[in-house]
């Protein structure tokens, strides 16, 4: 970035420092992940400049052509991807696709039913500050206070009570298997659309590692970064019945000029998601996420339902004696990333919490396997004896920082 170290130097530290970060920190963030040299680059390219307010072979400026061939990729990609007819690839993020998807099947005031984010669910699910909770009745649903699973005898009471437009399906912190087929025989019984919002479990959905709600939802959702592994944005797949509401919604219903580069990043994410290493990688994630959870069980760690089915699991901090936010900046001054996150019915309010969210994907895509899995939870137990010890953090990031120089990321890159 010769370019940018000239002509803006504050930005190449801050982008510097952000390298360094990433390359010499374990990132355990269940919702990151690290994308290859090629998304970067397609992220960086001319087509941040074109305007192309439409979709392929209808757009309201001329000059198109070449940003179409790139949306036409994307959009082919992932129907291939995830075996629907239909995709829009126009998302900014989740939250977007989300509400396109509330938009083109609800009027402002309708029901809708979503997973209560206190449980493992998302602001977008009907969070009474985000536009969802403000625009829509929202009946939110939880996980059974003893499996911490989602409670789907409540999930059906709840639907015939209150017969909701829609019903919306998903999490950000849940750690098991989603089961889409029972949602969507919820929704038909009570004549509610399903939606599926697959953002965290998408890259496990893609390769079939996660059963796919693809069948049973009008519209499924996701963000393209999290497991998923591409540029960050947003994506709808539907099929041909409810495409069109769908198309309108998003543009001109919710978003303006599309990001183009964005666009073709998501197109490369999308071709590499199709290659068989791709599987393999989403193979890994699971049996990381195995072996962290049974090394973390075995260092006195409890776990939101015993452990996990997916990428990411909820360690519940009250038997260390420990809040979820002191746990995050103790574990950050030891070079390790989580995010403090509520546990099901938390005694702590949200932005103390009593438990830290843990997930593999970024730490599975630079190379770590089981032996550094036992090694992070060997480093929690550490830190978690003795969090207010500026020696022991200091010791564990060197340490990490030694681990991290064995798996680079982006060996050679400098801003
Ligand atoms: N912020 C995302 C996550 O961390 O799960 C959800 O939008």
Not at 196 to 217: K, Q
Not at 329 to 335: E, F, I, M, N, P
Request: proline share 7%; with cysteine; charged share 20%.
């Amino acid at each position: 970035m010769t370019n940018l170290r000239k002509s803006d130097p504050e930005i190449a530290d801050a982008i510097q420092n952000e390298i360094n970060r990433q390359e010499f920190g374990v990132e355990l963030i269940a919702s990151e992940n690290n994308v290859t040299p090629a998304v970067l680059e397609a992220m960086g390219s001319v087509m941040t400049n074109k305007y192309a307010e439409g979709y392929p072979g209808r757009r309201y400026y001329g000059g198109c052509e070449f940003v179409d061939d790139a949306e036409r990729l994307a959009r082919n990609r992932a129907k291939e991807l995830f075996g629907c007819t239909r995709a829009n690839v126009q998302p900014h993020s989740g939250t977007q696709a989300n509400m396109a998807a509330f938009f083109a099947l609800c009027d402002p005031g309708d029901t809708v039913m979503g997973l209560s984010l206190a449980h493992g669910g998302h602001l977008s699910h009907g969070h009474p500050l985000n536009f969802s909770g403000r625009f829509f009745n929202i009946i939110p649903y939880e996980v059974d206070p003893e499996h911490h699973r989602i409670d789907m005898d409540q999930v059906r009471d709840l639907a015939k009570k209150h017969t909701p437009k829609m019903i919306m399906v998903g999490a950000s912190a849940y750690p098991r298997t989603i089961d889409f087929k029972t949602f969507g025989e919820i929704a038909d019984e009570v004549g509610a659309k399903l939606v599926a919002d697959i953002a965290h479990i998408a890259g496990l959905v893609a390769v079939g590692l996660h059963p796919s709600p693809i069948p049973y939802a009008a519209y499924t959702t996701t963000t393209t970064h999290k497991t998923l592994r591409g540029p960050r944005g947003g994506m709808i797949l539907t099929d041909k019945k409810h495409y069109k509401a769908l198309q309108t919604n998003v543009f001109p219903g919710i978003q303006g000029g599309p990001l183009m580069h964005v666009i073709a990043a998501k197109a490369v994410a999308f071709r590499e998601a199709l290659q068989p290493e791709f599987k393999t990688y989403q193979e890994q994630v699971l049996a990381n996420a195995q072996a962290l959870s049974a090394a973390f069980l075995a260092q006195g760690f409890d776990l939101v339902s015993g452990g996990t089915d997916n990428h990411l699991m909820l360690v519940d901090l009250r038997p260390k004696k420990l809040k979820g936010q002191q746990f995050e900046d103790s574990l950050h001054r030891a070079g390790i990333t989580v995010n403090k996150n509520a546990i099901p019915f938390d005694p702590e309010p949200p932005m103390v919490a009593s438990g830290v969210r843990v997930g593999t994907p970024a730490v599975t895509t630079r190379g770590f396997k089981e032996p550094e899995m036992k090694q992070i939870a060997d480093w929690f137990a550490r830190v978690a004896e003795a969090p207010d010890c500026e020696e022991t953090a200091a010791k564990i990031k060197a340490e990490v920082e030694e681990l991290c120089r064995k798996f680079p990321l982006y060996p050679g890159m400098e801003a």
